[in-house]
């Protein structure tokens, strides 16, 4: 059988069961071994067939961060492959184009390989009038298109998001990644209707629908401004993919089949989501390290690490969006088991004392901690994402002498966030604990030189 690569990335025209059923073989085998001599021979890691299903050790766990990005690339072309040939042999045996959903689904899409493998080729029918109820309800002009698309779009996966973050707690990809996807997806699907649309008039219309989404979100006090910007870069990049797949699909098939492509996140979705909160994956712990260096010795430096005199106001603009900022330390005793509170501006961070090494280490655990901002709102609000990002474990100050006879003073805080994907959630926790560490160190070095006033 020759193998042509206009018959692999193609997704026009048909393709038989057994040809079909051969190159997926074929490509899982190339993926799968590549995957594994990548792991092996450049980050000597071992990499097995269950590593794909393991919630342990997925491509977005923020450890081993150059082995996931690049195994993320190299399954990019893998993914259009499947995903195009899945569209063609959905069309050979007379499905519908909407169904490619379950491309992207763990293991459902292995039963659906093997269905769509053994599934006999039919011949092409006439299409039908569709004088469904989303016939009937998509406007006739050109701009009237547009605005039902973004508004349907935005607000039908709305009860998906509130599923999965009230019923299921459960901040994951179904939410961050699935979500955005299938916006994307289905307002270029019903945006296109009975038209051709260009790849920026997509662009626009999936802007649209996610901005629709979050301006929803925040008239019903469900999530404030800060979190909605967080969220918006990804979510606007899963939505261009889920965008640009539906392009494909409406330019190969006729526009009343594709826009069936509706009933794929009413399907796909609620088992994403249940799927993903019935699982109780422990967040992977990240450590954030920020070093100053200060001309004064340790034992200056240590009596204003183990409690310190308040802060100034904050002048970083961070703190101004209503990340918690701290703004006094103080301990009750010494030695291990001394109880130090770092009080922020949502509250105190409550730190039993597990190292006492004077005047070198300084480690504590945090029984307790307040919450990490208070949300910008127009509304008084406590989103439960609040209870989840960024919670500290551990924390602790060492000392180090430097020559100079100035002190060297690293800051280091163990914490995890049950945000998915963390690979991108802890760049934006990451900043936030460094410019924390920043406003800590900078104050303790300010007091240990003398610039500023001592703990009294």
Known sequence: ?????????????????????IYGLILFAMKYNVDRLIAIHYFGRVWGPLDYLNH??????????NLYLTLILV??????TGAALTLRRLRDAGFQPWQVAFFFLPFINLVFFIALSLAPTRNESEVQENLSWLHRMIPKSEGGKDRFAIFFSGAATLPFLLVSVIVFRKYGLALFMGIPFFVG???????????????????????????MQALIMLAIAFEGVVCLAMAFP????????????????????????????????VLVLPIWIAMEGGTRQAPPTIEAVTTVDIQAPPEIVWKNVVEFAELPEPSELLFKTGIAYPIRARITGRGVGAVRKCEFSTGPFVEPITTWQEPSLL?????SSPPPMKEFSFWDIHPPHLDNFMISKHGQFRLVPLPNGGTRLIGTTWYTHAIWPTMYWSVFSDYIIHTIHTRVLEHIKNLSEGNAQPVE
């Open 234 to 265: 990804i979510a606007f990049v899963l939505g261009t993919i889920g965008m640009s797949f539906a392009l494909a699909i409406t330019r190969v098939t006729h526009s009343r089949h594709a826009v069936a492509s509706i009933y794929s996140f």
């Open 185 to 211: 997806f289905l307002v270029t699907t019903i945006g296109s209707y009975e038209r051709r649309i260009t790849w920026t008039h997509g662009l626009f219309l999936t802007f649209g629908a996610l901005a």
């Open 75 to 80: 399954a990019l072309p893998f993914i259009w």
């Open 363 to 367: 480690a504590f655990d945090v029984r």
């Open 56 to 65: 342990d050790r997925n491509i977005f766990s923020v450890s081993d961060t």
């Open 1 to 21: 059988m020759r193998i042509k690569l206009s018959d692999l990335y193609s997704s026009r025209g048909r393709i038989g069961r057994e040809r079909y059923a």
